[in-house]
């Protein structure tokens, strides 16, 4: 990252400290959804720890069960915006939107 332009640094710093202090819990998927980053509001939401997330695909919480059931398998396969409340192993219960 540090061979990049300094102005872009910049900007992808900006970013994250944004999306890191917002109230709402985001999580970033990468092409083959698999969980790369998520924010501290995701941890208190969701009650899950950073071991109960790294390296899982979303919707593989469901089958570890700690979602009752997941937004992201809808979103990519009827390729459209998907929200509804999910409840976490914590007993939290949440609304969570998901898009392709």
Request: hydrophobic share 35%; glycine share 6%.
């Amino acid at each position: 990252m540090s061979n990049q332009n300094p102005v872009i640094n910049e900007t992808n710093l900006l970013l994250k400290n944004l999306i890191d202090s917002s109230h709402d819990g985001i999580t970033i998927a990468d092409e083959n959804r698999k969980i790369i980053w998520y924010n501290k509001a995701f941890h208190r939401l969701s009650g899950l720890t950073s071991q109960q997330i790294d390296g899982y695909i979303s919707y593989q919480l469901v089958g570890k069960g700690f979602q009752e059931t997941s937004t992201v398998k809808e979103a990519i396969h009827y390729r459209k915006v998907v929200t509804r409340f999910i409840k976490y192993s914590s007993g939290l219960e949440c609304l969570v939107t998901s898009s392709f």
